[in-house]
């Protein structure tokens, strides 16, 4: 008769036993369906804890009624409980949406490209017509009169040419102080958006001469200081001559 609470205690742990089986299953990203390694799988009810391969394959010891908590840095945990031991097929979600990758492409030509591209759209003003120096020399050494620059200096078509020329070095001198005195650059120091930051940039555009020698210390000195100088005199306005009307 002593033999028989071992015996009954032997039963109710061989029934315990055979009823907690191996559960199996394979862990997702819910998004894209990839499968998702190094999560952290703990039984709540046993307090067992395995963590899933490479694969994202896992197996862990769970019987009916358990509780799983998956847990994975960057996801939102999931509690799954137990039903039986088919295997499962777990879904986790990021906590950040993870973007496609995107390569981006510097479209914004420099002020030195846009040049540049210019010339070669007119060539023929930077070619025989924009030689200006009238001295030459021939192959019998000395110097001799140029003919390209002599007519350069006597033609219509050379003083157009250098006319144009004129305009697009302003052009290109412009596009050196909008390249650098740019909305984004100058409204990250003053804070200033929208009509104040225009109103800004309009009063204190810097000449090509500062824009093109300063280093950026005294670039960014100068756009503070005349921050400074805007708000004490957020009204002051702008003694421009007035455009003259052609009649």
């Avoid at 315990?16 to 009810?45: D, L, M, P, W, Y």
């Avoid at 039903?83 to 990021?94: E, H, Q, W």
């Avoid at 078509?157 to 390249?179: C, K």
Wanted: charged letters at 25%.
């Amino acid at each position: 008769m002593k033999w028989l609470p071992f015996l009954c205690f032997m039963l109710i742990t061989l029934k315990c036993f055979s009823q907690e089986k191996t559960v199996a299953g394979i862990v997702f990203e819910k998004e894209n369906k990839e499968r998702v390694a190094s999560v952290s799988i703990h039984n709540i009810t046993t307090n067992i804890s395995v963590y899933n391969n490479l694969k994202g394959e896992f197996k862990i010891l769970a019987r009916a009624g358990d509780v799983l908590i998956f847990t994975r840095q960057d996801y939102k945990p999931d509690t799954v409980k137990i039903l039986n031991n088919d295997a499962l097929a777990i879904y986790m979600v990021r906590l950040a949406i993870q973007l496609h990758e995107v390569t981006v492409h510097d479209t914004l030509l420099s002020p030195e490209k846009r040049l540049e591209a210019t010339k070669n759209d007119y060539t023929k003003i930077y070619g025989s017509l924009a030689y200006r120096d009238m001295l030459s020399t021939p192959s019998s050494g000395g110097a001799g009169l140029s003919i390209d620059a002599l007519w350069n200096s006597i033609s219509r078509s050379g003083r157009n040419a250098e006319h144009l020329r004129q305009i697009i070095q302003s052009d290109y001198e412009q596009n050196v102080i909008d390249y650098r005195f740019n909305r984004t650059y100058v409204g990250n120091i003053t804070g200033l958006k929208d009509a104040k930051l225009t109103e800004f940039m309009n009063r204190y555009r810097p000449g090509y001469f500062i824009t093109k020698t300063a280093s950026e210390y005294e670039f960014v000195s100068m756009i503070r200081a005349n921050y400074k100088r805007f708000t004490r005199f957020p009204h002051r306005q702008q003694y421009n001559l007035q455009p003259l009307i052609s009649k």
